[in-house]
């Protein structure tokens, strides 16, 4: 099912186990789609260095597994980073969590995330649900 290598349609068909194939499907393209989907924001962010430095920043788009950032200030990013930013909801919740950087066009950088809180990650994720998948 993974690879999708054993799908196999055989005669005569049987719709429960054709129809269950195709749920599993769908929910696994979803969650793909969720995973790998842009969504544009505009946060104000702060991106902290390994020295302690830290340099504000502005949050491009966001997805499940990682943000694009605009750097205010002309500073060279590598490695791991810490970013620290506000959900725009009711809670106004911080969230903090460890980015590896992934690719960079100065000033826009984009960043894995790998590391961040359960209560964070809960909000994060249910923050991202509630925008509409483009």
């Avoid at 499907?25 to 702060?46: F, G, I, N, T, W």
């Avoid at 302690?52 to 788009?61: D, E, M, R, S, T």
């Avoid at 909801?89 to 000033?107: D, G, H, K, Q």
């Avoid at 826009?108 to 998948?133: C, H, N, Q, T």
Wanted: hydrophobic letters at 45%; aromatic letters at 8%; a neutral charge.
């Amino acid at each position: 099912m993974e690879l999708g290598s054993n799908f196999v349609v055989g005669k005569p068909l049987d719709i429960k186990h054709l129809s269950a194939y195709f749920q599993s499907s769908l929910h696994k393209m979803q969650a793909e789609h969720r995973r790998y989907s842009r969504h544009p924001v505009a946060l104000d962010a702060e991106v902290l260095l390994r020295d302690g430095k830290a340099i504000p920043a502005q949050l491009l788009n966001a997805s499940e597994g990682g943000l694009t950032l605009r750097l205010l200030d002309r500073e060279q990013l590598d490695g791991s980073v810490t970013i620290r930013f506000a959900l725009p909801n009711a809670r106004e919740m911080l969230i903090t969590a460890v980015a590896v950087l992934c690719w960079s066009r100065e000033p826009i950088f984009g960043v894995k995330l790998f590391g961040m809180d359960e209560e964070s990650r809960r909000a994060y994720a249910e923050w991202l649900s509630s925008m509409p998948m483009v």
